[in-house]
């Protein structure tokens, strides 16, 4: 009997959503976290009788045919990068994206990577970094004269000094954009890595080329919906208990045709 088999796939199907749903609403309040949502497939299947076979001598034909279908499988878990609410922090150096596009992080290996969390930091050196310590590229200094940091929508960098001198600009914030944004690989630490399905990464100034702008003292928060999230973790629940009944319901016919012999 196939449905015993059909059935546990879908239960896996529902457990692997059941996760991925947890993982959203454990990151309710994780800065520039993205939702995913899992997708799903059919399996293969089974052709007992061939739709458009022949079904006699005059010609006639078979209209839909018999298939058996053998359950379901994880197709993907799909990213969905919309923009998150931008929740005032009153800390200079928070920065938010409003629009497209990833800081750009460098790695203690070399790597770049990416990431729509603009909570950064001054490490010793005066060096703008996350909250790891990971330099915020391209690199930018703030001497240690500073009385304040101005950070513009285009993503220049200005200081003031106690000297009562001109703002002086010390750098640009740049951004990275993406063709396929869910192609990128989530590696942890809010960070991303360009992989193959995202295509390679295309840099500018902040509020040009369809980059989006910078917004200084604010950060962007997750785009997680408690209210979504709950409903699809109610739904799958019910998926899985119907598949659940569904494997009682085979054990009893199998067992009842047991008792026949």
């Keep these: 009997m196939q449905a015993l088999n059909i059935a546990a796939t879908g239960m896996l199907a529902q457990e692997l959503n059941v996760e991925v749903i947890s993982n959203n609403i454990a990151n309710m309040r994780t800065t520039g976290f993205k939702r995913q ?3 799903f497939e059919d399996l293969l299947y089974q052709t007992l009788e061939q739709v458009g ?11 839909s045919g ?5 359950g379901v499988k994880t197709g993907a878990t799909y990213r969905i990068m919309s923009q998150g609410n ?5 800390k200079p150096l928070d920065v938010a994206i409003r629009g497209a596009g990833f800081f750009q992080i460098s790695l203690p ?14 490490n010793a050196d005066g060096t703008i970094v996350n909250q790891e310590g990971y330099t915020v590229e391209p690199a930018i200094s703030i001497p240690d004269n500073a009385t304040s940091v101005s950070i513009s929508t285009d993503g220049q960098v200005e200081i003031a000094t106690s000297d009562g001198a001109a703002p ?3 750098g640009q914030l740049e951004l990275a954009r993406f063709i396929n ?13 360009e ?8 840099t500018g100034t902040p509020n040009t080329d369809g980059i989006g702008s910078l917004l200084q003292r604010f950060l962007e928060q997750s785009n997680v919906n408690a209210v979504s999230e709950i409903s699809e973790l109610i739904m799958a629940q019910r998926a899985y208990e119907m598949n659940s009944k569904v494997i009682s319901s085979a054990d009893e016919m199998m067992q009842a045709t047991a008792n026949l012999g």
């Design 53 to 63: 076979s022949s079904s006699s001598d005059s010609g006639t034909v078979v209209p």
């Design 66 to 70: 018999i298939q058996i279908g053998l």
């Design 181 to 193: 944004n869910a192609g990128l690989e989530a590696i942890g630490e809010n960070l991303y890595l």
């Design 109 to 122: 290996d070399g790597r770049t990577a990416y990431t729509r969390d603009g909570a950064f930091e001054i």
């Design 195 to 202: 992989t193959t399905a995202s295509g390679g990464p295309t």
């Design 168 to 170: 002086t600009v010390v």
């Design 86 to 90: 931008l929740v005032n922090t009153e």
């Design 37 to 39: 949502r899992a997708e």
